[in-house]
């Protein structure tokens, strides 16, 4: 087989949506993807993958001769999606159909008009672990999606010296105000929130429903065969206290395990390495039999959760995301948190599995590897599984005495309105056991030479001299809900002046270096002076010995720089 090439398909492009939608639609199910990447490891580059751009003379007419088809092309295929373009003379195309939602980037809110910032906690990690895949394969910058670049998921895939929760508190609050690397005309507040963690298997009773996709897009190193080895991890840390149940689905949804005790480990494993991927996808039917074995053993006062594992790729049934989104929603009143686990390349669906978990009561992760399946199914086990806070909001009211601006880095698809913050009915974020929330904001000062635009307002004051000069630059507002309750607990906690430090943290320094790089990767309207050499002299000042983690992502920057 010749190799075959990469390529970043823009909505525009229509002969590279013709050649993508033509090999799409001549196969059937879910096809079979196959992906080179090495699941054993997440750190050592994978390949060295070229991507030229499309050729002109590449013989197009040979995957499709019609113009409607190409039309159908144009409408079907989304606007970041990936695909597979063979080298002339080829023998055999591998395709790519990922898809990731478009992420209009907010831009800065004078506080004279807008001085409340609404927006609900996310503890997603799968853009950072789905961006370092991309690079470790090669991709060069602008092949990467700008739509999987969220800043929030990649700030909170690391951890952070937060302060820990105090008594009768469910999480520690930090903030910490300094001067914006990328905008000398601007400051940088960081926001850190921070639950106690506690041991797995100190936690209550878990009633477990592995979801696992073994369809025939699942064929491949990445996805089944590191789906079971993710899974045979996890079942490592379950005890007799534990109920676990298996539901399989392809073309149809089968149970393969029932109520199984958690202690009853060789069993567990031996069904989850009998796994053959075969058949399409019909992942609607096997979640409602997932939720229905998960009521069926439903613990009181236990984590009861179904654990979805797939690339992404439901074609049959129910498939579209605002389906998905209702199917999930009305399960989760049972008291039925969800889990999504991201596999593979080359169909993953990301803006279905973000949107499953997020309206599912739970989290999102991808798994690119058997480090990162540790991580998350056993370093991080109860920051992911067992909940300590549920739709948990945030809202900063800037003091206009003090701020005429500010932008919320990341969180475009967790903004809430302001009249959303008070209404007990609005979903919005679960925070587990462990889990840190980190949020960034770009403010500008009132002092400040950058110009902010407003609008000016009949009946109020202007000026500027609104506000109160009382030393508080904003004031930090903090909803949530016990795991099982249904009035919501407010906590306040007033920022000042003496936040502000002429030498910040290495905690600071690391997060505005993983949101510059953010800004650099989605080529920012309000990236400014940002750059490779500003992200790595950022993190000179930081200690990454320590942290395998934080040591990759220094990795990271200088391998995309050589992409």
Not at 187 to 202: A, P, R, V, Y
Not at 520 to 532: M, N, V
Request: glycine letters at 8%.
């Amino acid at each position: 087989m010749k190799k075959i090439t990469k390529r970043i398909v823009k909505k525009k492009r229509l002969c590279a949506l013709v050649v993508g939608m033509a090999m799409v639609m001549s196969l059937s199910g879910c096809g079979n993807s196959k992906g080179g990447s090495d699941a054993g490891s997440s750190y050592t580059p994978k390949g060295n993958a070229q991507s030229p751009l499309i050729s002109e003379g590449a013989h197009y007419e040979e995957y499709i001769t019609n113009a409607d088809a190409a039309e159908e092309a144009y409408r079907y295929m989304a606007p970041h999606t990936e695909i597979f373009v063979p080298e002339e003379g080829s023998e055999a195309v591998d395709w790519n159909t990922e898809e990731y939602n478009a992420l209009e980037e907010q831009g800065f809110q004078s506080v004279a008009n807008s001085p409340l910032s609404t927006f609900s906690a996310d503890v997603d990690t799968a853009a950072y672990s789905n961006i370092r895949r991309m690079i470790q394969d090669g991709y060069s910058i602008d092949q990467i999606p700008k739509g999987t670049v969220r800043i929030e998921e990649m700030l909170n895939y690391f951890s952070y010296d937060y302060a820990l929760p105090g008594d009768q508190e469910p999480f520690g609050v930090t903030t910490v105000l300094g001067d914006c690397p990328w905008n000398e005309d601007a400051k940088l507040l960081q926001i850190g929130l921070k639950t106690q963690k506690i041991d797995f298997s100190e936690a209550p009773s878990s009633n477990l429903v592995f979801l696992l996709d073994v369809s025939g897009s699942m064929n491949a190193d990445d996805k089944l065969p590191l789906l079971q080895k993710s899974f045979s991890m996890l079942v490592e840390e379950l005890t007799e206290k534990d109920r676990i149940s298996i539901v399989t689905y392809a073309s149809s949804d089968k149970v393969v395990l029932e109520g199984e005790s958690g202690d009853n480990k060789k069993k567990i494993t031996d069904a989850i390495n009998s796994l053959k991927a075969e058949g399409a996808t019909n992942g609607a039917d096997g979640i409602g039999t997932a939720y229905r074995l998960a009521e069926q053993y439903f613990i009181e006062g236990g984590n009861n959760r179904v654990i979805l594992a797939t690339d992404g790729d439901l074609n049959v049934g129910v498939s579209s995301e605002s389906d998905l989104k209702d199917l999930v929603t009305q399960k989760k009143k049972f008291g039925v948190f969800l889990s999504v686990l991201g596999f593979g390349t080359g169909n993953i669906k990301d803006n279905k599995m973000e949107a499953l978990a997020d309206n599912g009561n739970g989290n999102y992760a991808y798994i690119d590897s058997l480090n990162e399946a540790k991580k998350v199914l056993v370093e991080e086990m109860g920051a992911n599984f067992i909940t300590v806070a549920k739709d948990v909001k945030l809202q900063v009211e800037f003091n206009p005495a003090y701020v005429k601006g500010y932008r919320l880095l990341g969180y475009e698809n967790r903004e809430l309105a302001t009249e959303d913050f008070d209404n007990d009915q609005k979903d919005a974020g679960e925070i587990g056991a462990g889990h840190m929330v980190t949020a960034l904001y770009e403010i500008i000062p009132v002092s400040s030479k950058q110009e902010i635009s407003s609008t000016e307002l009949k009946y109020q004051d202007n000026s500027g001299n609104q506000g109160i000069e009382n030393g508080e630059w904003l004031n930090l507002k903090i909803r949530y809900k016990e795991p099982d309750g249904d009035e919501s607990i407010l906590k306040e906690y007033p920022v000042t002046q003496d936040c502000y430090l002429e030498e910040p943290t290495e905690d600071f320094y690391f997060a505005a270096a993983v949101a510059e790089f953010g800004l650099l990767l989605r080529d920012s309207e309000y990236k400014g002076d940002a750059s490779f050499e500003n992200v790595r002299n950022l993190l000179k000042k930081v200690d990454t010995d320590s942290d395998d983690y934080k040591d990759e992502f220094v990795y990271l920057v200088k391998q995309l720089q050589r992409n």
